[in-house]
């Protein structure tokens, strides 16, 4: 299991379940069968007005020489990231393809550190997954507030970028209701997307995380000490 392997935050306590689920095959989502996922669909029924990305004034990041809080913090306050994966399109087979996807880490008040998403077969990125699951997710710290008001630029070195590597996996049915929570929270309008979209549940098995967040080189932060710190200095 992942979970073994990535230290999740106290708050969140599952059941082991043995092994990861993998992605499909393109050759299995071309005919789009019923079951073609180990996941429970989910319906857009929401009855209150939703928007996506609701605005919210993201903290100030912790300090430059904290770098896996910084870290965690970039991923808790990012609600998108540019994933890359290799490509499965005939006319750019195994070139690098970027898309942008909308991510949470968890809950509002339960930050995991590891990215989950919603997304639909059909969608480019999500087949070349079927037929190569490693990919990179790529964060700024420009998605905040505090690389704006400080106007420094998305590239500058101050503007702290985490590159977040590994295998993409379906979530297991035991963790649906938390990744579910976790989306939903955070990007509300996803409750009424089409269920003819075969929706479902994915989040990456992280390998190795780069960061890049001040002046004098990049850092590669341990698992451990990724998954040890917490967002906000409660520990």
């Not at 989910?42 to 770098?67: T, Y």
């Not at 639909?120 to 490693?134: A, C, I, Q, R, Y």
């Not at 890049?212 to 850092?219: A, E, P």
């Amino acid at each position: 299991s992942i979970w073994k392997a990535s230290y999740p935050s106290v708050g969140y306590q599952r059941e082991e379940v043995p092994g990861v689920a993998e992605l499909p095959s393109p050759k299995e989502v071309l005919s789009f069968p019923s079951r073609m996922f180990s996941y429970r669909r989910e319906g857009g029924r929401g009855k209150e007005s939703e928007q996506s990305d609701p605005p919210q004034s993201s903290p100030p990041p912790p300090p430059p020489e904290e770098r896996a809080r910084t870290a965690r913090h970039i991923i808790t306050s990012s609600s998108k990231g540019f994933l890359a994966t290799l490509s499965s399109l005939d006319q750019i087979k195994g070139l690098p393809f970027g898309n942008i996807f909308s991510i949470s880490d968890g809950v509002p008040d339960n930050s995991t550190g590891i990215p989950f998403f919603y997304v639909t077969p059909k969608d480019n990125s999500v087949l070349d997954l079927m037929e190569n699951p490693n990919a990179s997710l790529t964060l700024s710290e420009a998605e905040g507030d505090y690389c704006r008001e400080n106007l420094i630029a998305p590239e500058d070195l101050r503007c702290a970028r985490l590159t977040l590597t590994g295998k993409m996996v379906t979530v297991s049915p035991e963790e649906v209701e938390f990744a579910k929570q976790a989306m939903f929270s955070r990007h509300p309008v996803m409750k009424k997307w089409p269920p003819d979209h075969d929706c479902f549940f994915m989040k990456m098995d992280i390998q190795q995380i780069w960061l890049q967040n001040w002046f004098g080189g990049v850092s590669v932060i341990p698992l451990e000490e990724y998954f040890k710190k917490s967002p906000r200095k409660v520990e």
